[in-house]
């Protein structure tokens, strides 16, 4: 019996291989990739999916298994893996026409045009009247600003295929352009009368009659695509923003109620809803937040999640709660090392120093190579003002090549912290080396081309990022701002569609929208949108101010002056409204009418120290004596303080009035209270080094050294004078030589530069110094602190020659 069994297992295992040997890897793959192509056309996606990765996994030789999975992913909208499996395909093989035609679709989408033209070229090469291949052509066009081109390729082809729905679409589109809304929808729904499913003419046609303010257009056309495609998030995210947007607050709640039941084990949709409620019931996230706690109890990284949330949105102290929840179910795992990493930085807000070292000794205990626990110790040292011991610390990290774009970007911070500003912009650009899309970097190195007016390199930073992260929020909202800019209406309007998809933030979206029919001349469209997000948020700033431009285009400053004085009356309390209507006033010369405003809010908000800024703005035009002022700084700051708005502005006023020991004493006070501010302690040294008390000299001295190494030339000239007026002139003119070279119309400068020149003993240079000082002072039409003193010193010299 045993020997018989032994050889049925025998003839079983030949049988066995006997089967494997009949078929090929090849073979294999191939049987996968027809069942599965088979299971495509009747709809099982599912089981689809699974015979395809089986076929790419046993033989990773047939481009078309990619193509179908590309498909699938076209079905999910997941479109980035959709352009991998297509750009796999063709590797695999490249005369696939039907990926090239997909490929060049979906280059468009991620704004690579010229792939997208590449992929046209190389099917019509091959079949030169490919008509797909001929409409991607003209949706670059399109995008090209190249519309005439566009529109003969299109009229060719409805001329053969009067039906095509991608050419009536392209067609819409160019009609939109030109502003003819009507016959566009037209085209758009006989489009959709061939092809009820094509997402893009739906998007398209929620976007028409977004551009026309039509609401009930817009929402039932998200209903329609749910319906549809009832597993697409994307679309109900927009379609719960239109509800909060138009204050159909308890269907969006629903509608995001739904999504959250329907993926339970999913934190996205559960933190959407906190952002919802966030916008728009904050009395309800902290019960909402501890809900989902308790119904996730053993899930450790949902509990993370959420956490972090919490954090970033203003709740720390409640978020320890789920934080610690995940530490007490996973203490050393990764999610667990994260969970304490973040209990740990609340700590550090906090100044709990001695709670962040005893932290950052278990985490490190634990895992010394924890890199988010590394990087916290650093933000330890640089809020201890050990930024060297960070610094040594960063570049040790570097090595690790984990989180380098993290490393590199801290060690930026570093050196912002230490004014270099050089070795600060370095290390920000290798943080987007190695990842584009950081965001503490992009901010730095962006806005840094943005200013200096090289938005050409500004953009390639912000295409980079975009193409690594293309559904951030800050991102989408740069590209959006950037092209209204540059009056890239088509790009812009592309943004806002995808912004309105992940903004939290619901007013972002129709700002940018009112900025494009602002900036294409349409005011009235403009200021009906301005409005109604003004009714929605009455104390957006940028909308109020747009709001009065608008209307100052048309002409029409009486309507904006009615407008604001009717929305000051209904929100008395909303400060932004106040200081644009003041500002409407000073404009049209009514100070009586400003003053009242102000006078009457500092009634209702008298902690508010910009108004009293404002009212100090009034008195000095009104009495045409700037003296005036200095009762309404003195009336601000005995309710406020610690302002150091209020204080600067009085230090100031005395330094105008000539009363310096008064200027001296009240910036004295405000680096008491806020030791941080360096224009104080500018304005304090150089008034101290003027002294004619030796130690008040000194004490300037030693408050002007912070400025040895800063970037900033005034504090620069500041330290520089200081060294002259100490007795360290050779020191004091090398560095304002070199200040000089780089601000040469600065008059201060000069006359310092100029004394420093006499003191060497190069009585012809300094005296040429100060004469330009004058020069420039007078040419500027402005005066300088020792402009009297010049004018007395060359009195002496040419008095002093003529004897």
Same mark, same amino acid.
């Given at each position: 019996?045993?020997? /018989?069994?032994?050889s049925?297992? #025998?003839?079983?295992?030949?049988?066995?291989?006997?089967?494997?040997?009949?078929?090929?890897?090849e073979?294999?793959?191939?049987?996968?990739?027809?069942?599965?192509?088979?299971?495509?056309?009747?709809?099982?996606?599912?089981k689809?999916l699974?015979?395809?990765?089986t076929?790419?996994?046993?033989?990773?030789?047939?481009?078309?298994?990619?193509?179908?999975?590309?498909?699938?992913?076209?079905?999910?909208?997941?479109f980035?893996?959709?352009?991998?499996?297509?750009?796999?395909?063709?590797?695999l093989?490249?005369?696939?026409v039907?990926?090239k035609?997909?490929?060049?679709?979906?280059?468009?989408?991620?704004?690579d045009?010229?792939?997208?033209?590449?992929?046209?070229?190389?099917?019509?090469?091959?079949?030169?009247?490919?008509?797909?291949?001929?409409?991607?052509?003209?949706?670059?066009?399109i995008?090209?600003?190249?519309?005439?081109?566009?529109?003969?390729?299109?009229?060719?082809?409805?001329?053969?295929?009067?039906d095509?729905?991608?050419?009536?679409?392209?067609q819409?589109?160019?009609?939109?352009e030109?502003?003819?809304?009507?016959?566009?929808?037209?085209?758009?729904?006989?489009?959709?009368?061939?092809?009820?499913?094509?997402?893009?003419?739906?998007?398209?046609?929620v976007?028409?009659d977004?551009?026309l303010?039509?609401?009930?257009?817009?929402?039932?056309?998200?209903?329609?695509?749910?319906?549809?495609?009832p597993d697409?998030s /994307?679309?109900?995210?927009?379609?719960?923003?239109?509800?909060?947007?138009?204050?159909?607050?308890?269907d969006? !709640?629903?509608?995001?109620?739904?999504m959250?039941?329907?993926?339970?084990?999913? #934190?996205?949709?559960?933190?959407?809803?906190?952002?919802?409620?966030?916008?728009?019931?904050?009395?309800r @996230?902290?019960?909402?937040?501890?809900? +989902?706690?308790?119904?996730?109890?053993?899930?450790?990284?949902?509990l993370l999640?959420?956490?972090?949330?919490?954090?970033?949105?203003?709740?720390?102290?409640?978020?320890? %709660?789920?934080?610690?929840?995940?530490?007490?179910?996973?203490?050393?795992? !990764?999610?667990?090392?994260?969970?304490?990493?973040?209990?740990?930085?609340?700590?550090?807000t906090?100044?709990?120093?001695?709670?962040?070292?005893?932290?950052?000794?278990?985490i490190?205990?634990?895992?010394?190579?924890?890199?988010?626990?590394?990087?916290?110790?650093?933000?330890?040292?640089l809020?201890?003002?050990?930024?060297?011991?960070?610094?040594?610390?960063?570049?040790?990290?570097?090595?690790?090549?984990?989180?380098?774009?993290?490393?590199?970007?801290?060690?930026?911070q570093?050196?912002?912290?230490?004014?270099d500003?050089?070795?600060?912009?370095?290390?920000?650009?290798?943080?987007?080396?190695?990842?584009?899309?950081?965001?503490?970097?992009?901010?730095?190195?962006?806005?840094?081309?943005?200013?200096?007016?090289?938005k050409?390199?500004?953009?390639q930073?912000? !295409?980079?990022?975009?193409?690594?992260?293309?559904?951030?929020?800050?991102?989408?909202?740069?590209?959006?701002?950037?092209?209204?800019?540059?009056?890239?209406?088509?790009?812009?309007?592309?943004a806002?569609? =995808?912004?309105?998809?992940f903004?939290?933030?619901?007013s972002?979206?129709?700002?940018?929208?009112?900025?494009?029919?602002?900036?294409?001349?349409?005011y009235?469209?403009?200021i009906?949108?301005?409005?109604k997000?003004?009714?929605?948020f009455?104390?957006?700033?940028?909308?109020?101010i747009?709001?009065?431009?608008?209307?100052?285009?048309?002409?029409? =400053?009486?309507?904006?002056?009615a407008?604001?004085? %009717?929305?000051n009356?209904?929100?008395?309390?909303?400060?932004?409204?106040?200081? @644009?209507?003041?500002?409407?006033? +000073?404009?049209?010369?009514?100070f009586?009418?400003?003053?009242?405003?102000?006078?009457d809010?500092?009634?209702?908000?008298?902690?508010?120290?910009?108004?009293?800024?404002a009212?100090?703005?009034?008195?000095?035009?009104?009495?045409?004596?700037?003296?005036?002022?200095k009762?309404?700084?003195?009336?601000g700051?005995?309710?406020?303080?610690?302002?150091p708005?209020?204080?600067?502005?009085?230090?100031?006023?005395?330094?105008?009035?000539?009363?310096?020991?008064?200027?001296?004493?009240?910036?004295k006070?405000?680096? /008491?209270?806020?030791?941080?501010?360096?224009?104080?302690?500018?304005?304090?040294?150089?008034?101290?080094?003027?002294?004619?008390?030796?130690?008040?000299?000194k004490?300037?001295m030693?408050?002007?050294?912070?400025?040895?190494?800063?970037?900033?030339?005034?504090?620069?000239?500041?330290?520089?004078?200081?060294?002259i007026?100490?007795?360290?002139?050779p020191?004091?003119?090398?560095?304002?030589?070199?200040?000089?070279?780089?601000?040469?119309?600065?008059?201060?400068? =000069?006359?310092?530069?100029?004394?420093?020149?006499?003191?060497?003993?190069? =009585?012809a240079?300094?005296?040429?110094e100060l %004469?330009?000082?004058?020069?420039?002072?007078?040419?500027?039409?402005?005066?300088?602190?020792?402009?009297?003193? @010049?004018?007395?010193?060359?009195?002496e010299?040419?008095?002093?020659?003529? /004897?």
């Open positions: 019996m045993k020997a /018989n069994k032994i049925s297992v #025998v003839i079983a295992c030949s049988l066995l291989l006997q089967t494997v040997a009949c078929s090929s890897p073979e294999a793959a191939q049987n996968h990739l027809q069942k599965g192509k088979e299971l495509f056309e009747n709809g099982e996606f599912d689809a699974l015979e395809l990765k076929s790419s996994q046993t033989s990773d030789k047939f481009g078309e298994a990619y193509y179908y999975m590309a498909l699938l992913d076209e079905k999910n909208n997941n980035k893996s959709m352009r991998q499996n297509l750009i796999r395909a063709l590797e093989e490249p005369g696939l039907s990926a035609l997909k490929l060049g679709k979906i280059d468009i989408l991620f704004g045009l010229e792939k997208a033209l590449e992929q046209a070229e190389s099917v019509l090469a091959s079949e030169s009247s490919n008509v797909d291949a001929e409409l991607i052509k003209a949706s670059v066009y995008k090209q600003a190249k519309k005439d081109q566009a529109a003969e390729i299109v009229k060719k082809v409805l001329k053969y295929s009067p095509n729905v991608d050419a009536l679409s392209i819409a589109a160019l009609l939109f030109k502003n003819e809304v009507d016959q566009a929808l037209g085209l758009v729904n006989k489009a959709l009368e061939k092809d009820p499913k094509n997402i893009p003419i739906r998007l398209f046609k976007k028409i977004a551009g303010n039509n609401i009930d257009s817009v929402i039932k056309g998200y209903q329609e695509l749910i319906q549809l495609y697409a /994307n679309f109900k995210l927009s379609l719960a923003s239109i509800y909060s947007m138009t204050d159909k607050l308890s969006a !709640e629903v509608l995001l109620r739904e959250v039941e329907k993926s339970k084990d999913k #934190v996205e949709p559960k933190i959407v809803l906190l952002e919802f409620l966030n916008a728009r019931a904050k009395d @996230v902290v019960s909402e937040y501890e809900s +989902m706690l308790s119904a996730n109890q053993q899930q450790a990284k949902l999640e959420l956490s972090k949330w919490m954090v970033v949105s203003g709740y720390a102290e409640v978020a320890k %709660k789920g934080l610690q929840q995940a530490v007490d179910l996973e203490r050393n795992s !990764e999610t667990g090392l994260a969970s304490q990493v973040i209990l740990a930085e609340i700590a550090l906090n100044k709990q120093y001695d709670v962040v070292e005893s932290s950052l000794k278990d490190l205990g634990a895992n010394s190579e924890f890199m988010q626990a590394n990087l916290l110790k650093c933000r330890l040292l809020a201890q003002n050990k930024t060297d011991e960070a610094i040594e610390f960063l570049n040790k990290l570097i090595w690790n090549k984990s989180n380098a774009d993290d490393v590199y970007s801290l060690l930026g570093a050196y912002l912290l230490k004014q500003r050089k070795q600060a912009e370095k290390n920000f650009k290798q943080a987007l080396e190695a990842n584009p899309a950081n965001l503490v970097a992009f901010s730095q190195i962006y806005g840094t081309y943005l200013q200096s007016g090289q050409d390199v500004a953009r930073y912000l !295409e980079k990022a975009l193409a690594k992260n293309q559904n951030d929020v800050s991102l989408l909202a740069s590209k959006a701002e950037l092209d209204i800019l540059e009056k890239k209406w088509d790009g812009a309007q592309d806002i569609q =995808r912004l309105a998809l903004s939290k933030e619901k972002m979206p129709i700002y940018l929208q009112a900025n494009i029919l602002q900036g294409k001349g349409k009235v469209e403009a009906g949108v301005y409005e997000l003004i009714q929605q009455p104390n957006h700033l940028n909308s109020l747009n709001l009065v431009r608008s209307y100052e285009a048309l002409k029409q =400053r009486d309507k904006a002056t407008y604001l004085e %009717k929305h009356a209904n929100h008395p309390d909303e400060l932004n409204s106040v200081g @644009v209507l003041s500002d409407l006033y +000073m404009a049209n010369n009514d009586v009418k400003t003053k009242k405003l102000l006078m809010q500092i009634k209702r908000t008298p902690k508010v120290g910009s108004l009293y800024l009212l100090a703005k009034v008195e000095a035009m009104t009495s045409k004596n700037i003296a005036s002022a009762n309404v700084y003195l009336q700051l005995e309710v406020n303080q610690a302002d708005q209020l204080s600067m502005a009085l230090a100031g006023l005395y330094e105008q009035l000539n009363e310096k020991q008064n200027a001296i004493k009240v910036y006070d405000l680096l /008491n209270k806020n030791p941080g501010v360096s224009l104080a302690t500018n304005n304090l040294a150089s008034l101290l080094i003027e002294s004619s008390d030796l130690d008040e000299v004490e300037g030693e408050l002007a050294e912070v400025f040895k190494d800063s970037e900033n030339p005034y504090f620069q000239d500041t330290y520089a004078w200081a060294l007026k100490t007795g360290n002139n020191e004091g003119l090398i560095l304002l030589q070199a200040l000089i070279l780089k601000e040469p119309k600065l008059p201060e400068f =000069r006359y310092h530069l100029g004394v420093a020149h006499i003191n060497a003993g190069n =009585r240079t300094g005296i040429s %004469k330009q000082s004058v020069s420039l002072s007078e040419n500027q039409k402005r005066n300088f602190s020792g402009k009297e003193e @010049v004018k007395k010193m060359l009195k010299i040419e008095t002093s020659a003529g /004897n």
